[in-house]
Antibody, heavy 122, light 111 residues
């Protein structure tokens, strides 16, 4: 079965770039059935969708983050990545990667990583 | 501030039925199907309902979903202690360039 695992620094300084990777195992990231997403959750708060990337490299981003976010794929390593620029303390959160299907995610996000905590602090 | 409104909390005794509402608008729930996620403390969310009323394999039939106009609902019948968790509705919003939106979440407590 497909499993996702996030990795990356747990601490990022303000104004720097947050970079995370999601390693996909048990399935191919090149599948044309799925979209690969990032979601974040500040401590004690709700979920916020960051963006998605398709096997072709097509991306959609949350408009509130669009100017600072880039998602990318590395098919040779079967992984996808998140880059969030110019971070501030408000970007401190648990970051999850997830798999979704359906153009408007009508089939939901059925596989999630365990999440990784990122703190923005000097 | 989410575009999907959920009650902050709901509760019931074991065996009772609990319903959680999710209110949206014509650009989200009114145009697209709803998904529901369950998040147990300290864990990643889990897909509970997709396409408004479908259950993934392994999800008990005590969980059911429905939709009417711009609102969706999740019902938990025969409430069990292990159902104590946060529940989030979610759907695609067609406004702007499109994005996936989550509700603010509802904490279900089993009394």
């Amino acid at each position: 079965q497909v499993q996702l695992q996030e990795s990356g620094p747990g601490l990022v300084k303000p104004s720097q770039t947050l970079s995370l990777t999601c390693i996909v195992s048990g399935g191919s990231i090149k599948s044309d059935t799925y979209y690969w997403s990032w979601i974040r959750q500040p401590a004690g708060k709700g979920l916020e969708w960051v963006g998605r990337i398709y096997s072709s490299g097509y991306t959609d981003y949350n408009p509130s983050l669009k100017s600072r976010v880039t998602l990318s794929l590395d098919t040779s390593k079967n992984q996808f990545s998140l880059s969030l620029r110019s971070v501030t303390a408000t970007d401190t959160a648990v970051y999850y990667c997830a798999r979704a299907s359906g153009w408007v995610f009508e089939n939901g996000m059925d596989v999630w990583g365990q999440g990784t905590t990122v703190t923005v602090s000097s | 501030q989410s575009v999907l409104t959920q009650p902050p909390s709901a509760s019931g005794t074991p065996g009772q039925r609990v319903t959680i509402s999710c209110s949206g608008s014509s650009s989200n729930i009114g145009s697209n199907t709803a998904n529901w996620y369950q998040q147990l403390p300290g864990t990643a969310p889990k897909l509970l309902i997709y396409s408004t009323n479908k259950r993934p394999s392994g999800v008990p039939d005590r969980f059911s979903g429905s939709k009417s106009d711009t609102s969706a609902s999740l019902a938990i019948s025969g409430l069990q202690s292990e159902d104590e968790a946060d529940y989030y509705c979610a759907t695609w919003d067609d406004s702007l360039s499109g994005l996936y939106v989550f509700g603010v979440g509802t904490k279900v407590t089993v009394l």
